[in-house]
């Protein structure tokens, strides 16, 4: 992998993303004519090593740009395709077209440079036109689909590089222009929860300079991984869909085209030159297809949605799973076929919130429409031993009408179901993301007007600090309240271990103060455990805990403090615990502010004591009162250094 450095724009290679300390960002944008590449850069860099000078300065705008930006945002290191990749050499294109998605989602910022909207009146629309943001070409480019998918923080920079939003930010708009629902982009949902139809939807209005690219630019979106062969044509679609069948338990590869209504399908028997095809020829065909879902009989245990089936004694085999094997005379399917009026069709367990043609009498389901695949007795049959079908009817030339929607007596009086073994005939057309997942996925942090962000490397650091009580990560449970936007009120992160009553819950919250016009942040404890769930938002002190007060924007507070039995020396050893909060402006956003924590255990000296020591419900209940009714402190210890012992057992 290579990677251009922020401050000379100079190529560097890297083993694998995992390997670049730091992390690195990258670009999303459509290529102009005239792009830099990899060998133009190269050069540029001998160049300028002979004359001294800095290649940054040389290079081309976006480039340069680009460069410039990551490196105001703190990043060392960029990725832009179209000079990190040596397009002269097949095995490094093919490594980095199938990589592509991984790049783009272990990148800690992806910047879309939209080359055609202007930073004023972006979001502006006129009459009935969209705005010049969701009018953008980078919408309609087929690489951009993944691009903007794959990283989890994008930011959208205008035609004059300045900063637009990120993609939680303007899920809405993006949705509008594009058709991927914002749930997705805001990370509500992943991308596994929508069906291979709905993803392929996703790609019908996109277009790609090259051919192929219209499969390659999808691998990475249905988890994927084929030879590159350019000069393929459609095939390179062709050999997509057959590895997604091989791979995927979702039918809903076969559910493109347009509806039929059941009422005025012609006979099966007419002329063979209407018939369609099984697999579809680009992702343009699946342009109707945003709402069809596609639910697995495995996990479907309402009766209403299951058709009553009956066994076929002449098959020989159990209803089960349904599977599909790719065969030299078609795709071998192990289906329920049902037959109603003469006519034959599949159901393959899908569903959809809309059909395409007007009104019609339609089965539901919850509100949601069955949907059947017809299918056309094959005269021509490869294997007697087998019923062989074609799919659904072709008119106009290229309009292939294959779905139906019927209605709920199809499957509980007039029909007929049975699972059976056939062959679904087609005709070849002419022509484990790996991500980055954080300890808990915070919602301000792909906000970029969030008031401040809890950026996942700041919790990793923080739930490493809490192993001086010690506690490690695999054993800390974290939960986040009030961290979306519209933001309502104190946003709340509480830290706990698991069946501990040493350490209770650690919380930190940070709101605003309407009355300070400031906002305000402190850490404290929870005792008992019980009350972590049902605890409301502590009362913060005004204005004490207002970051306008604090001293370089940190402040430390003391959560609990706990008194150990020193049976040798008889004396009590006390361990206090404290929180350290600093706050630091956000880089992509100044007017942001981004949350560090850290905590940090004190060692007091012990105490010598004539008495025993206490029994352990009495040292439990002191500390539960008073850690319960005293509010959280700010102190200022001489801290010395704390050995913990290696026997962790010692603490419980």
């Not at 982009?185 to 291979?196: G, P, V």
Request: charged share 20%.
């Amino acid at each position: 992998m290579w990677l251009l450095s922020t401050d000379r724009a100079e190529l560097h290679f890297f083993p694998s993303p995992q390997d670049v300390e730091g992390g690195y960002a990258i670009l999303s944008h459509v290529w102009d004519k005239n792009e830099q590449t990899y060998q133009d850069l190269k050069a540029l860099q001998r160049r300028c090593a002979r004359a001294g000078k800095n290649p940054r300065e040389l290079a081309c705008k976006k480039l340069r740009r680009s460069c410039e930006i990551a490196q105001q945002h703190g990043y060392q290191w960029v990725w832009i395709d179209t000079c990190c990749i040596d397009k002269t050499s097949s095995a490094e294109l093919s490594e980095a077209t199938n990589s592509m998605f991984r790049y783009y989602s272990l990148a800690k910022v992806c910047y879309a440079y939209l080359k055609d909207v202007p930073t004023l009146y972006a979001y502006r629309s006129r009459m009935d036109q969209p705005s010049p943001f969701e009018s953008s070409i980078w919408h309609t480019r087929g690489w951009t689909l993944q691009e903007l998918i794959a990283p989890r923080f994008v930011v959208f920079l205008s035609m004059t590089w300045e900063l637009l939003g990120s993609k939680s930010d303007l899920a809405d708009n993006v949705e509008k222009a594009t058709g991927i629902p914002a749930s997705l982009l805001r990370l509500e949902r992943s991308l596994t929860d929508y069906s291979i139809a709905q993803r392929m939807s996703w790609a019908a209005d996109r277009q790609t300079t090259r051919l192929e690219d219209e499969a390659y630019s999808l691998l990475g979106i249905f988890d994927l991984h084929i030879p590159t062969l350019y000069g393929e044509g459609r095939n390179a679609f062709q050999r997509l869909q057959e590895e997604i069948l091989r791979r995927n338990q979702d039918t809903t590869l076969f559910a493109w085209g347009e509806f039929w209504e059941m009422e005025d399908l012609p006979d099966h028997r007419s002329d063979p030159d209407t018939r369609s095809r099984l697999f579809a020829s680009s992702p343009t065909d699946f342009r109707a297809c945003r709402t069809l879902t596609y639910r697995s009989r495995e996990v479907t245990t309402n009766r209403r949605f299951l058709p009553i089936l009956r066994r076929s004694v002449s098959m020989g085999k159990a209803k089960g799973a349904m599977t599909f094997t790719l065969t030299p005379h078609g795709v071998l399917a192990h289906i329920p076929v049902v037959t109603f009026r003469g006519h034959v069709y599949a159901d393959l367990s899908w569903s959809t919130a809309e059909v395409a043609y007007g009104h019609t009498s339609r089965w539901r389901w919850e509100g949601v429409a069955r949907i059947l695949l017809i299918l056309r007795p094959y005269s021509h049959n490869p294997d007697r031993s087998r019923p062989s079908y074609t799919v659904g009817y072709l008119y106009f030339g290229n309009k292939h009408r294959r779905l139906v929607a019927p209605p709920d007596d199809v499957f509980r009086k007039r029909g007929t179901t049975q699972w059976k073994d056939v062959y679904l005939i087609h005709d070849v057309p002419e022509s484990t993301v790996d991500r980055p997942d954080p300890l808990i996925d915070i919602p301000f942090n792909h906000n970029l007007t969030a008031p401040f962000r809890f950026p996942p490397e700041n919790v990793w650091t923080f739930v490493n600090s809490l192993g001086q009580l010690p506690v490690s990560h695999p054993t800390v449970e974290i939960s986040a309240r009030n961290a979306a936007m519209p933001w309502a009120g104190p946003a709340i992160f509480t830290f706990s271990r698991p069946k501990s009553l040493h350490y209770p819950p650690i919380t930190l919250e940070v709101g605003w103060c309407s009355s300070g016009h400031s906002l305000w942040a402190m850490a404290y404890s929870l005792y008992p455990v019980e009350t972590l769930m049902t605890a409301a938002p502590r009362e913060h002190s005004c204005p004490a805990d207002h970051l306008a007060e604090w001293f370089d924007l940190k402040k430390t507070f003391e959560v609990f403090r706990k008194e150990l039995w020193l049976g040798m020396l008889s004396a009590y050893r006390t361990i206090v615990v404290v929180i350290t909060l600093s706050f630091t402006p956000c880089r992509l956003n100044p007017q942001s502010l981004v949350l560090h924590a850290s905590a940090e255990t004190i060692q007091l000296l012990p105490q010598r004591t004539t008495k025993g020591p206490p029994p352990p419900k009495e040292v439990y209940r002191s500390l539960q009162r008073s850690v319960s009714t005293s509010p959280p402190q700010s102190i200022s210890y001489v801290r010395r250094p704390l050995r913990m012992p290696l026997d962790h057992s010692h603490f419980e």
